[in-house]
């Protein structure tokens, strides 16, 4: 069980937590995020340091200790265990007004980032301790690990994992850190922002579980972002492959990697809602349930990348020394179009950018423009549901589509169009393929 940012983020959801964990006695292993805002914060403070403004980062951390010691005095009722959680904050502040005081590297920003899961697992395990909740703490930094190309290992972390859990014959609840891991050098690392979903896929993996559960604060993956279009609704069932599309094209629901342990590994994943904790969810497994469309989600910040030549024509080899180009300097592409004399294609940061267009000018002329949205719809067999091409372009008139991708997936169709007609081209799909206002 996994229980993200917010549902641990206040005093009264970490009860509630309490409750959903202790809910039936099976056993299982709870997977916290940091409390909402503190990664954020912990970001900001590396940041600060990095720039070597140190007076910023100092004023940040003081905030951060206060509203910590708030959130105990409200989250424990006993003074024991009052002193005990001020006690692990006042650790975890002072290990950061240590690295105040020493040179910054990155090695260190990653340890400042791993204060966050490490404070909220071992609060809530006070407060379990307070309750008399017999559990067990788990250190993630012990079992959870990437290697030399931060790719994390089933089968490493199930060894790591099941020889700490043998050391604790007969506790049916383990608590552990999101997020943070060892990588190959053995520094506290961690899997990018939103691992914890990772986090929890790859232990559920390595544990034989027998279904990973995701709480956050909305009740499933819906058919559409419910924070842009009114009416959406929870889809009841994923296959593994759709979930991957939509977490990849902006469902922020979920962490796009956190598929492939479930998937490879055959736990079922739900989605949960821990505000609504009866609510059914979604559930993502093997088979999708029905065929169709199910949902439609956004990715920003694209940019799009034409290449043009005359020169294209009837010339193989062409495609390749683009995408080579795009190899040398490690940028994915997502969308990709072409024509007898054009290639467009579209990329989702622009780390690179410059680099790639001056080694692309000797191909053709190069056209870059930004702050595109691609818009995914999503659904088992999609590409081979009658009329459904119609459907998306007649729902869509006025909105200036730049490309298309179809066919190259079968549960995925994927336009681009400018960001600015992004809550447009949602609205208007919600209204022709479900039917909602
Ligand atoms: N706390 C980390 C973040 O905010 C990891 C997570 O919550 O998934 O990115
Ligand atoms: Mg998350």
């Given at each position: 069980m996994k229980f993200g940012g917010t549902s641990v983020g206040r005093p009264e959801r970490m009860h509630q937590v309490a409750d959903l964990v202790t809910r039936d006695a099976e056993p299982k292993i709870v997977v916290l995020s940091a409390l909402s805002g503190t990664t954020n914060t912990l970001v900001s403070i590396g940041e600060s340091m990095a720039k070597g403004d140190r007076d910023t980062a100092r004023e940040v951390i003081e905030r951060l200790e206060a509203h910590y010691h708030e959130f105990i005095t409200i989250l424990l009722s006993q003074d024991a265990s009052r002193a005990k959680a001020g006690a692990i904050i006042r650790e975890h502040f002072e290990f950061l007004r240590i690295i105040l005081r020493i040179s910054f590297n990155d090695a260190l920003s990653k340890d400042i980032l791993a204060q966050g899961e490490l404070m909220s697992t071992k609060l809530f395990s006070v407060y379990l301790e307070e309750k008399g909740i017999r559990h067990e703490l788990l250190p993630a930094l012990e079992f959870m690990s990437i290697d030399a190309y931060e790719e994390p290992h089933v089968p490493e972390i199930r060894q790591r994992l099941e020889a700490i859990l043998a050391?604790?014959?007969?506790?049916?609840l383990f608590v552990t850190q999101g997020y943070i891991c060892r990588n190959a050098r053995g520094e506290v690392d961690n899997l990018k922002r939103g691992g914890s979903d990772y986090s929890a896929s790859l232990i559920a993996a390595a544990a034989g579980a027998s279904m990973c559960e995701i709480w956050t604060d909305i009740d499933g993956m819906h058919n559409n972002d419910p924070r842009i279009v009114e009416r959406t609704f929870p889809i009841e069932q994923l296959s593994f492959d759709e979930a991957a599309e939509l977490a990849y094209f902006g469902a922020k629901i979920l962490h796009p990697a956190s598929i492939w342990p479930a998937q490879h590994y055959k736990v079922p994943v739900r989605l949960l809602n821990t505000m609504q904790p009866d609510a059914r969810g979604t559930l993502i497994v093997e088979e999708a349930g029905s065929q169709g469309v199910k949902a439609i989600a956004a990715k920003d910040g694209i940019i799009e990348v034409r290449v043009k030549s005359s020169?294209?024509?009837?010339?193989?080899g062409f495609l390749r020394k683009v995408f080579e180009v795009f190899e040398k300097y490690r940028t994915p592409i997502d969308m990709i179009t072409t024509s007898e004399v054009a290639v467009s294609l579209t990329i989702?940061?622009?780390?690179h950018l410059d680099a790639i267009v001056r080694e692309l000018e000797p191909f053709g002329d190069v056209e870059t423009t930004r702050d595109h949205s691609i818009i995914a719809i999503v659904g088992n067999q999609i590409a081979q549901t009658q009329d459904i091409l119609a459907r998306v372009f007649s729902s869509l008139s006025g909105v200036p589509v730049r490309m298309v991708s179809y066919g190259g997936s079968d549960h995925n169709i994927s336009i681009l169009v400018p960001g600015g007609d992004k809550k447009k081209t949602l609205q208007l799909l919600n209204k022709g393929l479900f039917g909602l206002d």
């Open positions: 050391k604790h014959p007969g506790v049916g020169r294209m024509l009837l010339a193989y989702d940061h622009a780390t």
